[in-house]
C-alpha cells in the first residue's frame, strides 16, 4: 500500500508560480515511478509529468514543457512540481500518482496503481 498527500495548490495569477508538493509512505518510495496529472471541469484526467524512480529521467506533456518541472527527493519521499509562467488554462485539480513496481515512467493514467486525493490549482487572468 502507498498513500500520497498533495500540498501547495492555491490562486495564482497569471504568470506566476506554485510548487505542489507530494508526500508517499507506505512502500520504499526510491523503488517506484511517479507522476503528476490534472483535470480540469468537465474534462478528462490528462497527463502532466512524470519521474522514474532515480530522478535521472523526466517526460513532459507538450503543455508544459518549459515551463514544469518535476523532480524528487527519494531522502524526503516526496515528490515535487514547479510550476512556473502559469496560465489560466493551467486550472485545474493537480493529483500525484505512483507506478509501483515500476522504476520507469509512464504518461497513461492507467499505468499508475496509488492516487493523491488532489490539490486545487486555480490560475486567474
Known amino acids: 500500500q502507498v498513500q500520497l498527500v498533495e500540498s501547495g495548490g492555491g490562486l495564482v495569477q497569471a504568470g506566476g508560480s506554485l510548487r505542489l508538493s507530494c508526500a508517499a509512505s507506505?512502500?520504499?518510495?526510491?523503488?517506484?515511478?511517479m507522476g503528476w496529472f490534472r483535470q480540469a471541469p468537465g474534462k478528462e484526467r490528462e497527463f502532466v509529468a512524470a519521474?522514474?524512480?532515480?530522478?535521472?529521467?523526466?517526460y513532459y506533456a507538450d503543455s508544459v514543457k518549459g515551463r514544469f518541472t518535476i523532480s524528487r527527493d527519494n531522502a524526503k519521499n516526496t515528490v515535487y512540481l514547479q510550476m512556473n509562467s502559469l496560465k489560466p488554462e493551467d486550472t485545474a485539480v493537480y493529483y500525484c500518482?505512483?507506478?509501483?513496481?515500476?522504476?520507469?515512467?509512464?504518461?497513461?493514467?492507467?499505468?499508475?496503481?496509488?492516487w493523491g486525493q488532489g490539490t486545487q490549482v486555480t490560475v486567474s487572468s
Open positions: 519521474i522514474n524512480w532515480s530522478g535521472g529521467g523526466t
Open positions: 500518482a505512483a507506478r509501483t513496481g515500476f522504476r520507469i515512467y509512464g504518461s497513461g493514467s492507467e499505468q499508475y496503481d496509488y
Open positions: 507506505g512502500r520504499t518510495f526510491s523503488s517506484y515511478a
